[in-house]
């Protein structure tokens, strides 16, 4: 019963380690990476689609993505998608390949998204903590309905902190590398 607890803690943890990761993809850095177009949709005939389903994105340079469409009639509907994302790229069109040059970043820019950073990174921490909060009051629960001894319930609190210790490790090693890649001129 309190295997299952744990199991379920840590699924939960994953979750929101999995759910971090995709948030830092979306803060870009000074470098091309065809993740950064990965929340961007494309009307595919009146269908919203995700970009990597109608076209191929490749790294061109380190500054610079290269939208490659399927079908040469999606050119412009690719260009509107990626105008409209909030990523702030413009592509420039020549025949049927759209490139995508990455800005600049300037320092202010560079601070505002590690701030951006270590707010993802927060809410990451907080629900991973959210997960051992559910965990532990389960197992009180459990307690409560004398299922489990207070032995046994102590063993569960302190295996479920050992996984929340964990996953925060994680957070934070994730955080640091964002940091430094956000940083790096």
């Given amino acids: ?9 840590e699924t939960k943890m994953t979750k929101s380690i999995e759910a971090l990761a995709s948030a830092f993809n979306k803060i870009r850095t000074g470098r091309a990476h065809p993740s950064i177009l990965d929340s961007v949709m494309v009307n595919y005939y009146g269908q919203e689609t995700p970009l990597r389903q109608v076209a191929s994105v490749t790294v061109e340079d380190s500054r610079t993505l290269t939208v490659s469409p399927w079908e040469k009639n999606m050119v412009p509907q690719i260009e509107k998608a990626i105008m409209t994302s909030d990523l702030g790229l413009n592509p420039s069109t020549s025949g049927d390949l759209i490139r995508l040059p990455m800005p600049m970043l300037t320092e202010e820019t560079r601070k505002n998204m590690v701030k951006q950073a270590r707010a993802d990174a927060e809410h990451g921490r907080v629900s991973v903590r959210n997960a051992r909060r559910d965990a532990n009051s389960t197992l009180k629960e459990l307690l409560k309905d004398k299922d489990i001894s207070e032995d046994d319930e102590r063993r569960g609190e302190e295996e479920v902190q050992k996984l929340t210790d964990r996953f925060i490790a994680e957070v934070e090693k994730f955080l640091k590398a964002k940091e430094e890649d956000l940083m790096a001129v």
Wanted: net charge negative.
């Fill in 1 to 9: 019963m309190i295997n299952e607890i744990k199991t379920e803690a």
